[in-house]
């Protein structure tokens, strides 16, 4: 069911609000609210991670309330009121392309993917246009708050983790597969058992999910080491099927060894929250400031280790999974920091 709110006519759905015009019927206003109802549903178990549908959810509430329309009464010019607004609240450009993204994605689902039936018996998409891709976003340069940690601190960060204790085995194993693979947070928490495939020479790989593709990549051999010790302190090394998550919660019982017999082998996987909570600890032990770093800039520090290692663009693009070398130049130029050399030189010519 949409998110909508208050009053609705009896028999209706929460898509319903006041009558939709005068020439509608209450039992035609009632079937177009069913079936954008259903469109919407749809659409909303289209998107598996439940972060997305929670979120989309939100926009399409906090739009509907601000503009008291339903949505095939949408104009450009009520997209771009909501936006005005959106800035009024002092949001991100960032929080506002989201919020934007989730309108688009709906009005992309119902001119492009959802139909139905026409009075004539006519299939047809549910709507003609999307408002949103009228209205001009926010721009925002993807790269310009990142951040990461410098190899001193990514040291002191691992080495603050416990690894004598069996959540220490586990937080030590997903944290430094952040910094060894350079996945993003979704990419590594929902790791299953099944993903990883080791070869007779020795070599493990793993298969990894994210933002609409998946590839096969080398698993790095500390962080394959690291799994297996926990899998194997937590007594699950012998039992582990391939649906199993790798990152499980713990309960309280599990946390020290020898007693690890309390572990709570329900296959939920550690959630993103989990993780930036466990983030957070992991830096104020370290004494770095965890206002600064999120589990994304692990991504950035893992980049920046390559590179130090002597790695070229175009591996660094291909360990990153970027689509083109540029977004690599951007990603690298921002994370870096670095100062333009030939300016430098010029600033000494000038002797300023």
């Known amino acids: 069911m949409f998110p909508l709110s208050s009053s609705t006519p009896a028999g209706a759905d929460s898509w319903s609000l006041p ?3 005068p020439t509608l019927s209450q039992q035609q206003q ?16 289209s998107h598996t991670s439940l972060n997305t549908q929670r979120s989309y959810r939100k926009s399409w509430q906090l739009f509907l309330s601000f503009t008291l329309k339903k949505p095939w009464q949408i104009s450009k010019s009520d997209i771009a009121s909501w ?34 039936l026409s009075p004539e018996g006519v299939e047809q998409p549910l ?34 983790i416990p690894r004598w204790t069996l959540q220490g085995k586990r937080d030590y194993a997903i944290f430094l597969a952040y910094l060894a693979t350079g996945r993003r947070n979704s990419e590594i928490r929902l790791l299953c058992w099944g993903d990883f495939e080791p070869q007779e020479s020795g070599l493990v790989f793993y298969r990894w999910r994210g933002k609409g593709s998946q590839r096969q990549d080398y698993c790095p051999p500390p962080v394959w080491s690291a799994i297996l010790d926990f899998l194997k302190t ?11 998550f790798i990152f499980v919660p713990l309960n309280n019982n599990a946390r020290h060894l020898p007693n690890v017999q309390g572990s709570n082998t329900s296959q939920s996987p550690l959630s993103s929250q989990m993780v930036c909570k466990l983030l957070n600890k ?20 893992a980049t920046l280790l390559r590179k130090e290692a002597g790695d070229d663009l175009h591996a660094i693009s291909s360990f990153l999974g970027h689509s083109n070398l540029s977004i690599t130049q951007i990603y690298l130029h921002k994370i870096e920091n670095r100062q333009d050399a030939s300016w430098l030189k010029v600033e000494s010519l000038l002797g300023l």
């Open 19 to 21: 009558r939709i015009r």
């Open 30 to 45: 009632i079937s177009l609210s069913q079936e954008w109802s259903k469109a919407f549903n749809l659409w909303l178990e």
């Open 83 to 116: 936006v005005s607004d959106l800035r009024n609240q002092d949001l991100s450009p960032e929080t506002i392309n989201l919020r934007l993204a989730a309108l688009s994605s709906f009005y992309t689902y119902v001119t492009q993917t959802y139909t139905h």
């Open 127 to 160: 709507y003609h246009y999307n408002p949103v891709k009228a209205v001009p976003r926010p721009r925002i340069n993807p790269y310009g708050k990142a951040r990461c940690l410098t190899i001193d601190q990514a040291r002191l960060f691992l080495h603050s």
């Open 234 to 244: 937590s007594d699950r090394l012998e039992s582990v099927s391939p649906s199993d």
């Open 282 to 301: 992991y830096l104020r032990r370290a004494g770095i400031d965890p206002t600064l770093i999120t589990v994304h800039s692990l991504r950035h520090t």
